[in-house]
T-cell receptor, first 115, second 107 residues
Framework: DVKVTQSSRYLVKRTGEKVFLECVQD?????MFWYRQDPGLGLRLIYF???????EKGDIPEGYSVSREKKERFSLILESASTNQTSMYLC??????????????FGPGTRLTVL | KNEVEQSPQNLTAQEGEFITINCSYS?????LHWLQQHPGGGIVSLFMLSSGKKKHGRLIATINIQEKHSSLHITASHPRDSAVYIC?????????FGTGTRLTIIP
């Protein structure tokens, strides 16, 4: 069974704090993704990584950075949290088989509240 | 205009009814995904398809590439089918998501 785990289910932080969200997958997947999910907007891609130390910006990267030092771990960093970053954050991973048809496996999500 | 549009946004039905959720998209894709999200956040992939039709239990997904349209059907719906159903289109490794259809099945 593919497992994608996230470090926290719920997190409350103060404006201006540095926030780390961790994601770990156990299927040796090449690709890892960070999304945020907001009511009425659906899931939006923040960053993704297709290999260790490689990253690409998604649709809404402003205010975020990422780190992928090991294949199984992908971290999302909020350098200085703001109230508009209050959201549900979801991590996902997928394998690469030489085709584009790759199912993504999702973690349980972290509900972040910034006060 | 969003690249992926789902309808309806909300759907309430009686147990046993046949359910249809629609998804239209406006871009070229490599595959279309249907996902299910239960309260609490966890997202599960139901189907990934690039042509034709797939069936898994009471769930059926179809896609018409020429019309850029997909449907998710649930036969003999049950209260445990209550969830948000999300359509997503894939281009290479990335997915673009619809905003979801909230389905409620009343016993």
């Amino acid at each position: 069974d593919v497992k994608v785990t996230q470090s926290s289910r719920y997190l409350v932080k103060r404006t201006g704090e540095k926030v780390f969200l961790e994601c770990v997958q156990d299927m040796d997947h090449e690709n890892m993704f960070w999304y945020r999910q907001d009511p009425g907007l659906g899931l939006r891609l923040i960053y993704f990584s297709y290999d260790v130390k490689m990253k690409e910006k998604g649709d809404i990267p402003e205010g975020y950075s990422v780190s992928r030092e090991k294949k199984e771990r992908f971290s999302l960093i909020l350098e200085s949290a703001s109230t508009n970053q209050t959201s549900m954050y979801l991590c996902a991973s997928s394998g690469y088989s030489g085709s584009a048809y790759n199912e993504q496996f999702f973690g349980p999500g972290t509900r972040l509240t910034v006060l | 205009k969003n690249e992926v549009e789902q309808s309806p946004q909300n759907l309430t039905a009686q147990e046993g009814e046949f359910i249809t959720i629609n998804c239209s998209y406006s871009v070229g894709i490599s595959a279309l995904h249907w996902l299910q999200q239960h309260p609490g956040g966890g997202i599960v992939s139901l189907f990934m398809l690039s042509s034709g039709k797939k069936k898994h239990g009471r769930l059926i997904a179809t896609i018409n590439i020429q019309e850029k349209h997909s449907s998710l059907h649930i036969t003999a719906s049950h209260p445990r089918d209550s969830a948000v159903y999300i359509c997503a289109v894939g281009r290479n490794e990335k997915l673009t998501f619809g905003t979801g259809t909230r389905l409620t099945i009343i016993p």
